[in-house]
């Protein structure tokens, strides 16, 4: 168990809807990050928020969007759903935003998007 | 553009038998490289590596990073079937827009 937390597990919804993803980070981490992971492209970096502010920014569609609340949990929203985006979306944190010695991510158990 | 390689992409190998696995890189500001193993589900963190030539040593798996030729290597000695699963590297870019990017990752199935 990385402590990091992800709500739902699974979730199924149908194209043109909207959701909601949310991740709690590990105690202590101010960094949130957010991938997307499908079979035929592997992980791909979504976005960064460190400490309520977003911090760098990946391959998100215009149709996603995210931000990091005061009490540091995190929420991704997709709207406007297409097939193509059902995948994998992890969440991971992070203490801070050097990427050295100390500051490891550690990734969330995921939440399985099928759009039908 | 920045990169990750790993190679093979998959192999299968049998219980007992040591594999290695290739990470080469290029990137334009290298800040660390990290191994994850992911199974069924989120990748859990093997190592991180920012020098080259010290060997990180967890039990059976080892990884070194060479700086100079930018690949690292992750060594898994007499494998089990639970070392079956996706491994992945990725590099830390700690330019302007710090970030990890990630390798699409090598496939080891260990079969008894």
């Known amino acids: 168990d990385s402590g990091v937390t992800q709500t739902p597990k699974h979730l199924i919804t149908a194209t043109g809807q909207r959701v909601t993803l949310r991740c709690s980070p590990r105690?202590?981490?101010?960094?949130v990050y957010w991938y997307q992971q499908s079979l035929d492209q592997g992980l791909q970096f979504l976005i960064q928020?460190?400490?309520?502010?977003?911090?760098a920014k990946g391959n998100i569609l215009e149709r996603f969007s995210a931000q990091q609340f005061p009490d540091l949990h995190s929420e991704l929203n997709l709207s406007s759903l297409e097939l193509g985006d059902s995948a994998l979306y992890f969440c991971a944190s992070s203490a801070g935003t050097s990427g050295g010695p100390g500051d490891t991510q550690y990734f969330g158990p995921g939440t399985r998007l099928t759009v039908l | 553009e920045d990169k990750v390689v790993q190679s093979p992409l998959s192999l299968v190998v049998h219980e007992g038998d040591t594999v290695t696995l290739n990470c080469s890189y290029e990137v334009t500001n290298f800040r660390s490289l990290l191994w994850y193993k992911q199974e069924k589900k989120a990748p859990t963190f093997l190592f991180m590596l920012t020098s080259s030539g010290i060997e990180k040593k967890s039990g059976r798996l080892s990884s070194i990073l060479d700086k100079k030729e930018l690949f690292s290597i992750l060594n898994i000695t007499a494998t089990q079937t639970g070392d079956s699963a996706i491994y992945l590297c990725a590099v830390f870019e700690a330019g302007n827009n710090r970030k990890l990017i990630w390798g699409l990752g090598t496939s080891l199935a260990v079969n008894p």
């Open positions: 105690s202590g981490d101010l960094s």
């Open positions: 928020y460190y400490n309520g502010e977003e911090r």
